[in-house]
Nanobody, 127 residues
């Protein structure tokens, strides 16, 4: 399983970024995929994930209404559109995937120990 995140960078507060995750080595449409992040000195935080069953999306409280997750099964890609970025969104963002997780609620899905992790992409929000 390989997960390759890209699209991070430096952006001003209020700006937007779109993260992409190229995947390979697994049956993409059968896995729950999503994004986590970790800021310096802080615990890892579940950002968003998407159910492989019905496409239901889940968002952490701090990003809901600003971030949008999507995926393309044909291209085996996962995306995270991030709008209205804030300095507190600064973190390394990781693309994740899990073969067994069935998302049922935000707390359950974003609190789960996803099996596969990509290498991360840095997002810095600063003026």
């Amino acid at each position: 399983v390989q997960l390759q995140a890209s699209g991070g960078g430096l952006v001003r507060p209020g700006g937007s970024l779109r993260l992409s995750c190229a995947t390979s080595g697994f049956t993409f449409e059968d896995y729950t995929v999503g994004w986590f992040r970790q800021a310096p000195g802080k615990e890892r935080e579940g950002v968003s994930c998407i159910s492989p069953i019905d496409g239901t999306t889940y968002y952490g409280r701090s990003v809901k209404g600003r971030f949008t997750i999507s995926k393309d099964n044909a291209k085996k890609m996962v995306y995270l559109q991030m709008n209205s970025l804030k300095p507190e969104d600064t973190a390394v963002y990781y693309c994740v995937a899990d073969p067994d997780l069935v998302p049922l609620s935000t707390q359950q899905a974003l609190g789960a120990p996803f099996t596969y992790w990509g290498q991360g992409t840095q997002v810095t929000v600063s003026s």
